[in-house]
């Protein structure tokens, strides 16, 4: 952009190629006038890195939901642009993860996501299964689907899916017994990423062996089709 005098005041002539970019520049303007510092002529800036933000994925007391609200505008400030919802201590997030979010609770979550939207920010729930899961339980199957379809509801786009501080061995005999399925290439792993929903993006994070993490992605991805 530009930031020119103009009649005894200041123009700014703003270019960009995306909302994200328009969202950035508001920002950095609004910046110059709390300081009440400008930079006089041609202005260029753009981010680094091509994602940026935060993961809420630790353990103990989760944020207050004034608190995400008030991140969410903090981080859209500094110009970053994705958040990563994984509160350990959500119970809906990973001991509940089987059970939809009461009213009240996805009421929050879609708080959120409007706001994140509204900073050109992507907003990515994170769903921990790892400890309780059956990787052959089609009941199991089936609750999973439907916590992503209650978010997917609300407009969330981006899922990441939580394999870590999980144990290593599997619940029963019959996942034991199917460990040959373990090595198949990883296409099985882009048709699971696509969750069944146009428009959607999934990340993976893990620190349980490769062959779970094969396993997980095979099984559910065969029983998506």
Same mark, same amino acid.
């Given at each position: 952009?530009?930031?020119?005098?103009?009649?005894?005041?200041?123009?700014a002539?703003?270019?960009?190629?995306?909302?994200?970019?328009?969202?950035?520049?508001?920002?950095?303007?609004?910046?110059?006038?709390?300081?009440?510092?400008f930079?006089?002529?041609?202005?260029?800036? !753009? %981010? *680094?890195? /091509?994602?940026?933000?935060?993961? =809420?994925?630790?353990?103990?007391?989760?944020w207050?939901h004034?608190?995400?609200?008030?991140?969410?505008?903090l981080?859209?400030?500094?110009?970053?642009?994705?958040?990563?919802?994984?509160?350990?201590?959500?119970?809906?997030?990973?001991k509940?993860?089987?059970e939809? !979010? %009461? *009213?009240a /609770?996805?009421?929050?979550?879609s =708080?959120?996501?409007?706001k994140?939207?509204?900073?050109?920010?992507?907003?990515?729930?994170c769903?921990?299964?790892g400890?309780?899961?059956?990787?052959?339980?089609?009941?199991?199957?089936?609750?999973?689907?439907?916590?992503?379809?209650?978010?997917?509801?609300?407009?969330?786009?981006?899922?990441?899916?939580l394999?870590?501080?999980?144990?290593?061995?599997?619940?029963?005999?019959?996942?034991?017994?199917?460990?040959?399925?373990?090595?198949?290439?990883?296409?099985?792993?882009?048709?699971?990423?696509?969750?069944?929903?146009?428009?959607?993006?999934?990340?993976?994070?893990?620190?349980?062996?490769?062959?779970?993490?094969?396993?997980?992605?095979?099984?559910?991805?065969?029983?998506?089709?």
């Amino acid at each position: 952009g530009n930031i020119r005098e103009n009649g005894g005041g200041l123009c700014a002539d703003i270019f960009c190629l995306s909302d994200a970019a328009l969202v950035r520049a508001l920002f950095r303007i609004k910046k110059m006038l709390t300081k009440n510092r400008f930079f006089i002529g041609r202005v260029t800036d !753009y %981010p *680094a890195f /091509e994602r940026r933000g935060y993961i =809420e994925g630790f353990y103990g007391k989760p944020w207050r939901h004034s608190q995400r609200l008030e991140m969410l505008e903090l981080m859209a400030s500094k110009g970053e642009n994705v958040c990563y919802y994984a509160p350990k201590d959500d119970p809906y997030h990973r001991k509940l993860w089987r059970e939809l !979010y %009461p *009213a009240a /609770e996805l009421t929050k979550l879609s =708080e959120l996501v409007n706001k994140a939207n509204s900073f050109c920010v992507s907003f990515a729930y994170c769903i921990a299964p790892g400890l309780s899961i059956r990787y052959t339980d089609r009941n199991d199957r089936e609750a999973l689907f439907a916590k992503l379809d209650q978010l997917f509801s609300i407009g969330i786009r981006s899922f990441g899916l939580l394999l870590d501080d999980i144990p290593e061995g599997f619940s029963c005999a019959e996942e034991a017994r199917m460990m040959p399925l373990f090595v198949v290439s990883s296409a099985a792993v882009c048709l699971m990423i696509t969750l069944s929903y146009k428009g959607t993006s999934v990340m993976l994070i893990s620190s349980c062996k490769l062959y779970k993490i094969c396993y997980f992605f095979v099984y559910f991805s065969t029983l998506a089709l």
